[in-house]
């Protein structure tokens, strides 16, 4: 069983930078598409960015694509999300999974969600 831990979330200014890490235990988290979700209350949790395991391959919601880098570091069973120029509606609780599923944006082919990090931006 992979489970996941996000972390790096925290309280910034519109125009400051975060970088969140979602760190895995179980040594088949190599094998995984792991994505990275965003909820905000009263929303439904919405895609953000992912990051495939057999080639490398980055996918962007055309909210973040030119803001936010994905990335992952196999040795260390991380993988990181950089976020760049945030923006007061970039403001929500910040979800990692792997992919179980076809496709990539659905949340539903996501399963063993980590417990988020809050990610507050002041405008």
């Known amino acids: 069983q992979v489970q996941l831990v996000e972390s790096g979330g925290g309280l910034v200014q519109a125009g400051d930078s975060l970088r969140l890490s979602c760190a895995a235990n179980?040594?088949?988290?190599?094998?995984?598409?792991i994505g990275w979700f965003r909820q905000a209350p009263g929303k439904e949790r919405e895609f953000v960015a992912a990051?495939?395991?057999?080639?490398?391959?980055?996918y962007y919601a055309d909210s973040v694509r030119d803001r936010f880098t994905i990335s992952r570091d196999n040795a260390k069973n991380t993988v990181y999300l950089h976020m760049n120029s945030l923006k007061p509606e970039d403001t929500a609780v910040y979800y990692c999974?792997?992919?179980?599923?076809?496709?990539?944006?659905?949340?539903?082919?996501?399963?063993?969600w980590g417990q988020g990090t809050q990610v507050t931006v002041s405008s």
């Open positions: 990051v495939s395991a057999t080639d490398g391959t980055t």
């Open positions: 179980g040594r088949t988290f190599n094998t995984y598409t």
């Open positions: 999974a792997k992919k179980i599923g076809s496709g990539v944006t659905n949340r539903y082919v996501y399963n063993s």
